[in-house]
């Protein structure tokens, strides 16, 4: 599993964010992540990588985990 810092995550989301909008960014690669407990709440994660990704008891609420 590898760690991930809240800030990591923001700065992680925010390039994903950039790249669904065409804006440059890129498309976030949380494959392996540890992201237990992770506050998730709204996040735009579709078509992110997450495989093998621990979501346990992460807030996924109103997530898009499209595609």
Known sequence: MITISKDELKEILTC???WLN???GE????SYA???Y???R???LSYADLI???LSYANLRYADLSY
Request: charged letters at 20%; hydrophobic letters at 30%; a neutral charge.
């Open 34 to 36: 540890d992201l237990r």
């Open 52 to 54: 093998y990704a621990n």
């Open 27 to 30: 498309r976030a690669n949380l």
């Open 42 to 44: 709204s996040a735009n």
């Open 16 to 18: 994903h964010q950039q």
């Open 22 to 24: 065409n804006e440059g």
């Open 38 to 40: 992770a506050n998730l």
